[in-house]
């Protein structure tokens, strides 16, 4: 009867390291998955946005896809470079056909966007009539303040 007894006790016992065991496991894995679940959400967040901003430029007439035509669509806001056949411009905000806007920083911690347009020459630096686009979100990760992008590219040539 004691050796049941006794049995039944280490039974118990290790049932309880197991428990604790299992509860341990969760409560340690459980943050780290909370992260990876946020990260991956700002990761399709951007890379969404840099989709919506390339397909935007698609629509445009080829000869719109400059600064001022991207300015006038509300796809940019400043210009950071302008070269003969390159030039590069930023956004915080893009508007959104039938009116509103959408804002980078609502999902994404100091994020912003830039769309890199290159004009593609012959050696003798004449056009064409392709161009690579490259859209670029940036932004901070909340809890590490790492900076994290996402880049779209494409191509768009002249039908003239």
């Not at 009867?1 to 006790?9: D, E, K, T, V």
């Amino acid at each position: 009867m004691h050796r049941q007894r006794g049995s039944a006790f280490v039974e118990l016992l290790l049932a309880v390291l197991l428990v604790t065991l299992l509860v341990l496991s969760i409560t340690a894995v459980t943050p780290m998955t909370t992260r990876m679940q946020t990260q991956a959400q700002q990761y399709s967040y951007a890379t969404n946005l840099a989709q919506t901003v390339l397909e935007r430029i698609r629509t445009l007439d080829f000869n719109q896809i400059t600064f001022e035509g991207l300015q006038q669509n509300g796809l940019a806001q400043s210009l950071t470079l302008s070269e003969t056949n390159h030039f590069i411009a930023s956004f915080t905000t893009i508007s959104v056909p039938g009116g509103g806007t959408i804002n980078l920083n609502t999902n994404l911690r100091n994020a912003i966007g830039t769309i890199e347009v290159f004009n593609l020459t012959t050696n003798n630096n004449i056009a064409i009539g392709l161009k690579t686009i490259f859209v670029t979100i940036r932004w901070q990760e909340p809890r590490t303040n790492r900076w994290q992008q996402v880049q779209l590219a494409t191509s768009v040539a002249s039908l003239n």
